[in-house]
């Protein structure tokens, strides 16, 4: 797990789960959200936003968070994961956390409406046909978010024990 997308819908805590994954696995995290609106949260064009992607998936590892539903253009961030998580939320939760999060504009109560509906079935197809050999995580509750983030723990944990033991067998010190 080296190039993680993670999708849902709004208030689903796709930054937070970045976050703590980022920490977990020790990969730089890219809010997409930051990076997509511009001042006034005016869209960026698609044909820049594509290309700004482009250099983004360029690099060797980072976990891009973010999903800017029917403004996005994902499959240049598909194409190049080797792990997708997919917040699949309902929209009561989603709603219930955004109510307490802050002030929403009226597009973003309407992405969060027509999510289920229309932007999940065309990123799971995109999923699909762009990302076939990617490892796709469809977390349904935040239980599951949990379980899944102490898999990571423990795997990364693991790793971290193994190269050490590996390091002082062989003689050398090595942080790790």
Not at 41 to 51: F, H
Not at 59 to 86: K, M, N, Q
Not at 151 to 174: C, F, H, I, M, P
Request: proline share 5%.
């Amino acid at each position: 797990m080296k190039r993680v997308v993670i999708f849902g819908p709004g208030a689903s805590g796709k930054s937070t789960l970045a976050r703590q994954l980022g920490e977990i696995a020790g990969l730089p995290v890219v809010e997409l959200d930051k990076m997509f609106w511009r001042p006034g949260l005016v869209a960026t064009p698609g044909d820049q936003w594509v290309e700004l992607q482009q250099k983004l998936v360029g690099e060797s590892d980072w976990i891009l968070d973010g999903d800017l539903g029917p403004y996005d253009a994902i499959e240049v961030r598909l194409r190049a994961a080797d792990t997708i998580i997919f917040l699949d939320f309902s929209l009561i939760r989603c709603a219930w956390r955004a109510l307490w999060r802050s002030r929403e504009r009226l597009d973003f109560w309407l992405c969060l409406l027509r999510y289920r509906y229309q932007s999940r079935p065309f990123r799971m197809t995109a999923i699909s046909k762009c990302a076939p050999s990617a490892t796709v995580h469809l977390l349904r509750c935040p239980e599951a978010v949990k379980r899944f983030l102490a898999t990571v723990s423990d795997g990364s944990e693991a790793k971290r024990s193994w190269r050490l033991k590996k390091a002082n067998a062989s003689g050398r010190r090595r942080a790790v």
